[in-house]
């Protein structure tokens, strides 16, 4: 049975940080993408950032590079999502989810989702 576990979330202050992790199990070896998504209130759920397991391969949108860092802790299966300087508009419920390739994280294709962590950047 296949696991996707994020933890992290909370409230922080403009400028602020924390780091998300997402916990995955059960899953097969074919599936070797893993990423961050979010949704605000009243919003589609937009891609924040993904990661290959083959080759490290990593994706960020415009709104978060140079803020947040992505990385893998390959023998825990657990993905991090560093979030530095944070703003007002990274309010939203992150979701971590496992797709097959970059191609399926690029695309919203992914196979298995958590239940999201809430994350809240307010003074």
């Known amino acids: 049975q296949v696991q996707v576990v994020e933890s992290g979330g909370g409230l922080a202050q403009p400028g602020g940080s924390l780091r998300l992790s997402c916990a995955a199990s059960?899953?097969?070896?074919?599936?070797?993408?893993i990423g961050w998504f979010r949704q605000a209130p009243g919003k589609e759920r937009d891609r924040v950032s993904c990661?290959?397991?083959?080759?490290?391969?990593?994706y960020y949108e415009d709104s978060v590079k140079g803020r947040f860092t992505i990385s893998r802790d390959g023998p825990k299966n657990t993905v991090y999502l560093q979030m530095n300087d944070l703003k007002p508009e990274d309010t939203a419920l992150y979701y971590c989810?496992?797709?097959?390739?970059?191609?399926?994280?690029?695309?919203?294709?992914?196979?298995?989702w958590g239940q999201g962590t809430q994350v809240t950047v307010s003074s």
């Open positions: 059960g899953f097969t070896p074919d599936l070797t993408a």
């Open positions: 990661i290959s397991s083959t080759d490290g391969e990593t």
């Open positions: 989810a496992i797709g097959h390739d970059m191609l399926a994280c690029l695309g919203h294709a992914m196979n298995y």
